[in-house]
């Protein structure tokens, strides 16, 4: 297995540039199969949840062609099956974004429950509900949701009983063709919302109100091809402005929509953290003590309940006491064990975190409990002293890209390391 390894303790200085978002590309490249034609997709992170679900298109039929690093021309014009494999849809969460795609395209959906983080139990109740206010039947037999719409789909309105992001993909995917106007009440918010329904717009569909909590899509016969480019990665975004922070470095970070970056920021200024916005590019730099303070994860336009372990790390070393209310989760503190053995004074109860700040962090051994509790380790380990060695990195790279080439550039020490698969 690989290893990430790295010597702790150096500034970042320098500029970095954020990729594609992880969350919009996993709903985009599924959308791509509504237009029945070909699309381009630009701007795509090279991390390994858009290499599944890229593959889950062409086990369905889809050619996927590779134009560049960032970019793939997707042919959706003889698509012919509709059940994805389970081998592929256990790899990640966004594997059930085939549901509503499929479902949108063909009336029909095979797709084995999906796999992803673990943050204690992750209900698709509100995203089945949408499917059969939409006229779908669906079933559960064997671990396969499946979803039949034979009379074909008919616009309704789906008033959500949690604000959910993935619901609400799931639903605008699905009722982009169905007969009618559905209107998604409570909707999720977040920037990658507003990107997929910008896609889904530039194909010919008609959705409107997406970024507010309702949005309303009028059904479309038909949808064509399109090139769309990715919005920029917020969440990697902020690991950046965090590890910049937390080694008390000072770092610019290109390629990001600053508005998107806003409930960060305002943290990371209380912490006592200088940021300064340009156009498309942040600087984050600290020179005096880091504060403790108190983070309340919520929906968007809140603090991403995706940014609270790589938090979790600064405060780990800010002065006095700090806390982490989880909002979105059931449990999101699996992480907080690993930090630990780096020297992490932490208590969680319940949904609650609580950090008292130490002067230092040493070097250990930890492992990677999910993708952003692994870059809460990835932080902590280029703060602590001497060298920390992470394993169960595949969790990191699912979302994470060129994460060692980025950090080398500003100066971080760490390195990719095979060891055998007992390395304890
Ligand atoms: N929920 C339900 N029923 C549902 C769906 C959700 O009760 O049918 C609950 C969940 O249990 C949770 C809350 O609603 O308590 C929010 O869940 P949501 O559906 O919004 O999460 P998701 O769509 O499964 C996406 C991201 C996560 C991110 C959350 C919240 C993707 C692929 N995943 O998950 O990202 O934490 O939204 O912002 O977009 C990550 O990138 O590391 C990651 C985990």
Known sequence: MDIFVVEGGKKLNGSITVGGAKNAAVAIIPAAILSGDVCTIENLPTISDVNVISQILVQLGAKVNKLSESVIEIDARNMDCCQVSQELAKNMRASY??????????????????????????????????????????????????????????????????????????????????????VIEHAAKEPHIVDLANFLNSMGADVRGAGTDVIKIRGVKKMHGATYSIIPDQIEA?????????????????????????????????????????????????????????????????????????????????????????????????????????????????????????????????????????????VAALVAEGETAISEIYHIERGYEQLIDKLVGVGACIHRKTVSDDFK
């Open 97 to 182: 974004y085939m549901l509503g795609a499929l479902l949108g395209r063909f009336g029909r959906a095979r797709v084995p429950m999906p796999g992803g983080c673990y943050f204690g139990v992750r209900p698709i109740d509100q995203h089945l509900k949408g499917f059969e206010a939409l006229g779908a039947k669906t079933g559960l037999r064997d671990g396969v949701i499946s979803l039949t719409a034979e009379g074909g789909l008919k616009g309704a309105c789906v008033p959500l009983d949690v604000v959910s992001v993935g619901a609400t993909i799931n639903i605008m995917l699905a009722a982009v063709r169905a007969e009618g106007l559905t």
């Open 238 to 378: 902020g690991t950046y402005m965090i590890a910049a922070a937390a080694t008390g470095g000072d770092v610019t970070i290109n390629n990001i929509i600053p508005k998107h970056m806003e409930s960060i920021s305002k943290k990371l200024m209380e912490m006592g953290v200088e940021i300064y916005e340009y156009d498309e590019s942040i600087r984050v730099t600290r020179s005096g003590d880091l504060k403790a303070c108190n983070v309340t994860t919520m929906p968007h336009p809140g603090f991403p309940t995706d940014m609270q372990p790589q938090m979790a790390a600064a405060m780990a070393i800010a002065r006095g006491t700090s806390s982490i209310t989880e909002g979105v989760w059931e449990n999101r503190f699996q992480y907080v064990a690993e930090l630990k053995k780096l020297g992490v004074q932490a208590e969680v109860q319940g949904r609650v975190a609580t950090f008292v700040g130490v002067d230092h962090l040493k070097g250990g051994h930890v492992k990677a409990t999910d993708l952003r509790g692994g870059a809460a380790m990835v």
